[in-house]
């Protein structure tokens, strides 16, 4: 029993160690070294296919970018004042960016990671809600400014080409972010547009993602029968999607058995203000002629011995409320003064919501703002006292200029300069002097949609309105917009007047 159990135990070490010692010479032993072979070939080449596909999707971005980028520095003002430019700019360096990135450091390379890392460090970037601002300013112009959809795809701003185009991808996205918003209008002109161009010349995003979208929004506008149509469209591609299948019912259902049309969401009905703020920004009203005929425009010599020399050139623009035009009271040197002193301390704008009287942040790149004091620069006293000599107020109870910088959509919707709360000692914003620092390609005038006037930006020139009834209340008719500014940068600075100090220059009744 011993004997045997012995060599059971020796024969089974033997039989393990001899098995391990002929790993390289048994047949079968080599037939499996080439299995290995065989999968680290087979890794090998994936790992080249993957790379090699990342390299030709590198590739099209380097050349994307650079196509981009030669296009864009041979004229730098052209580019960075176009909305579309800018949009597409901020989401090759966001979107486009991240993706990028993502390709590269796949293949764990150490250098590459950290040079990446690096850029990120020293370079300026965009972020996602710079992304969001951007393409908020692109809606809202094409919405104030009633510009077509197509149009805006091929780059075009009323008749002007921008040097970067939306692919079928960008619409689309765009398309899906109005959709999120809750903004069917404006979706299913994008998606439309994303349509037609993937038609036209390809791109990545599903024909079908984009009919779904389409007839969704479509359906909410109203539009039944088309969403149907759209529907159908989308299940001849994939005939078994439910969501498709259900919605196809449902519309033929409602088309057979029409709902109250009440129900339905009216997103693009607006109220009357709006649409004449609107109106105003696009110039397509104007002052009746009863009023404008009697409109004139005069030199101002009154208020100061010197201005007998040197009158000032005035306008009216509307007449009670008054709002006059000071024609080239700025000279050049002194907006460049303004500008500079701001440029290097101009901030995100604060700004009280009209409805919620709570102070809120303008989203970044719509306008930044910085405060003057009068006695920094010469230039800064000489133009407090011209404001004095404009107005035949005194400046002492006045606040700082403010000069604020409105990039592309740029925008101050409707609001009263005098404010909910009030200061005793300096009073309410009796007097507004606002100045024009910069011309503006397009858009960007300032209007008052109660007595539907538009002042068109000049740069050296001044409009300035009385706040305040002379009792002292708040004159509900000085209701005032920055309209967005489309082409261009907008620059203003303003001077608020307060009502302490006025009081035998101004009297109340
Ligand atoms: C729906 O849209 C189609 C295509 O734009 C249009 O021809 C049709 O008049 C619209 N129908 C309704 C009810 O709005």
Redesign the pocket.
């Known amino acids: 029993m011993n004997n045997s159990l012995f060599l059971q135990t020796v024969l089974l070490f033997c039989s393990i160690y001899t098995t391990r010692s002929e790993v390289f010479t048994a047949i079968a032993g080599l037939e499996d070294l080439l299995q290995t072979e065989s999968r680290l070939i087979h890794t090998l080449g994936n790992y080249i296919k993957d790379q090699g596909k990342n390299l030709e999707i590198l590739k099209r971005y380097y050349q994307n970018y650079k196509n981009h980028y030669d296009k864009a520095s041979k004229n730098v003002h052209l580019h960075v004042t176009n909305p579309i430019n800018a949009y597409i700019l901020i989401k090759k360096l966001t979107l486009d960016w991240k993706r990028v990135e993502v390709l590269i450091t796949r293949s764990h390379n150490l250098e590459w990671k950290s040079r990446l890392k690096n850029i990120r460090k020293t370079m300026q970037f965009p972020t996602e809600r710079d992304l969001d601002g951007a393409l908020d300013a692109l809606i809202r112009l094409q919405d104030t400014y009633r510009l077509d959809t197509a149009a805006l795809a091929r780059g075009e701003i009323s008749g002007v080409k921008s040097s970067s185009e939306l692919s079928a991808d960008d619409c689309f996205q765009i398309g899906r972010k109005l959709y999120e918003t809750g903004d069917n209008y404006h979706t299913q002109l994008w998606m439309k547009e994303a349509d037609a161009r993937l038609w036209e010349e390809g791109g990545t995003v599903r024909r079908s993602d984009i009919l779904e979208y389409w007839a969704y929004s479509?359906y909410k506008q109203?539009?039944v029968?088309?969403a149907l149509d759209l529907t159908n469209k989308l299940l001849e591609i994939l005939p078994y999607h439910s969501r498709a299948l259900r919605n196809k019912f449902y519309y033929e259902q409602e088309l057979q058995n029409p709902v109250d049309k009440t129900k339905k969401d009216q997103d693009h009905v607006e109220d009357v203000e709006k649409e004449v703020y609107k109106k105003l920004c696009r110039a397509e009203i104007s002052l009746p002629e009863a009023k404008s005929s009697k409109l004139k425009c005069f030199y101002q010599n009154s208020n100061h011995p010197f201005l007998r020399i040197a009158p000032f050139k005035v306008e009216q623009a509307h007449l009670d409320p008054d709002i006059l035009i000071f024609h080239n009271v700025l000279s050049d040197c002194e907006i460049e003064t303004m500008k500079q002193l701001a440029q290097s301390r101009l901030v995100t704008a604060v700004f009280e919501n009209p409805h919620s009287k709570q102070l809120e942040l303008f989203p970044f790149r719509i306008s930044k703002v910085a405060w003057l004091e009068d006695q920094e620069h010469q230039h800064l006293a000489v133009v407090a006292q011209r404001v004095a000599h404009m107005t035949g107020l005194t400046l002492s109870t006045a606040e700082e200029f403010q000069v604020v910088n409105y990039g592309i959509g740029g925008h101050y919707e409707p609001h009263f300069d005098f404010q909910s709360t009030v200061d005793p000692a300096i009073g309410s914003r009796i007097e507004t002097v606002l100045f024009y620092l910069s011309d503006v390609e397009q858009g960007g005038a300032t209007v008052f949609p109660e007595i539907q006037v538009s002042v068109w930006p000049q740069k050296g020139s001044a409009v300035v309105w009385f706040n305040l009834h002379p009792s002292g209340d708040g004159d509900q008719r000085t209701k005032h917009a920055g309209c967005p500014v489309l082409i261009g940068s907008k620059w203003i600075a303003t001077k608020w007047i307060h009502e302490r100090g006025q009081e035998f220059l101004r009297p109340c009744t």
């Open positions: 479509v109203g539009n029968s088309l």
